[in-house]
């Protein structure tokens, strides 16, 4: 288990209830009052991806998706027994995947609080499971990344998965 998780969760929560309200002071996120159903943004229908990650790597992500919902199945599909996660991150201007797997490496677990999460956690999924989660995504710059630790052989306490590559670099246009 990672230390602090706790508070990395609150910081997560924290930063994603700053962004959704401040999405529906300008007026861009607005919930229906007595909506059945739907996404809850509106004017915006829920596109669903698939992504599954197998030997550490994340499939199915598209390098390029619109602007607006989307909806995103992550499956674990790794052949031995092993926790994964999709952490969606906005990547700052001039900072790629490559930097993010970097710092993994520098940093461990660590790394994680040194990007901006946009959304829920996809995860953790243990092989066999599957996580949903719906995100409003605007232009720009993102990644997905694992920071869980474990190699495939059962040992806790190894590199983050980020380090070893399970990072994936998309954009989102307008």
């Known amino acids: 288990m990672r230390g602090s998780s706790g508070s990395r969760r609150a910081r997560r929560r924290w930063l994603v ?8 002071s300008t007026g861009c996120l607005t919930v229906p009052s007595g909506a059945s159903g739907g996404s809850g943004v509106s004017g915006a229908s829920s596109k669903l991806i698939s992504v599954f990650v197998q030997k550490f790597r994340y499939h199915g992500m598209p390098t ?10 992550f499956q674990n599909r790794e052949s031995f027994a092993i926790t994964h996660e999709m952490i969606p991150v906005a990547l700052p201007a001039g900072k790629t995947a490559k930097d993010l797997r970097a710092e993994a490496k520098a940093k461990g677990p660590d790394s994680e609080d040194e990007w901006l999460h946009i959304g829920g956690d996809f995860g953790p999924a243990d092989t066999g499971a599957s996580v949903v989660e719906t995100l409003f995504l605007p232009p720009g710059t993102y990644a997905i990344a694992c920071w869980q630790t474990g190699t495939p052989t059962g040992k806790q306490n190894g590199p983050t998965h980020a380090s070893l590559g399970m990072v994936f670099q998309f954009t989102v246009t307008s």
């Open 64 to 73: 390029t998706i619109s602007a607006g919902v989307h909806s995103i199945l």
């Open 17 to 24: 209830l700053t962004a959704v309200l401040g999405l529906v």
